[in-house]
Nanobody
Framework: VQLQACGGGLVQPGGSLRLSCVAS????????IGWFRQTPGKGREGVSC????????YYQDSVKGRFTISRDNAKNTAYLQMNSLKPEDSAVYYC?????????????????WGRGTQVTVSS
């Protein structure tokens, strides 16, 4: 199983970024995908997850209405569209797989993790 998150960068408050999670080495649509973020000194927190087929999504309250998770199973890729970014969204973002169809946002139910991508929101 290989996962690679990409698309991070430096953006001003109010700006947008789209993260991608590119997967290989497994049957992508057998797994739900979650996005997590982590800042220095803090644990990894769940941001959003999407079911195997992509028809069900779940968001942390602080990102509802600003972030949109999606997936393209034909491309073995999941996305996290982040709009109206705030400085508190700054973190390293990771994607992960779960065998549960609707795993929620607890890191403990995710099996495999990719390398993260840094998102910095600053003026």
């Amino acid at each position: 199983v290989q996962l690679q998150a990409c698309g991070g960068g430096l953006v001003q408050p109010g700006g947008s970024l789209r993260l991608s999670c590119v997967a290989s080495g497994f049957t992508f649509d057998d797994y739900a995908i979650g996005w997590f973020r982590q800042t220095p000194g803090k644990g990894r927190e769940g941001v959003s997850c999407v079911s195997r087929s992509g028809d069900t999504t779940y968001y942390q309250d602080s990102v509802k209405g600003r972030f949109t998770i999606s997936r393209d199973n034909a491309k073995n890729t999941a996305y996290l569209q982040m709009n109206s970014l705030k400085p508190e969204d700054s973190a390293v973002y990771y994607c992960a797989t779960s065998r549960w169809n609707l795993p929620g946002l607890s890191p403990s139910v995710y099996d495999s993790w990719g390398r993260g991508t840094q998102v910095t929101v600053s003026s």
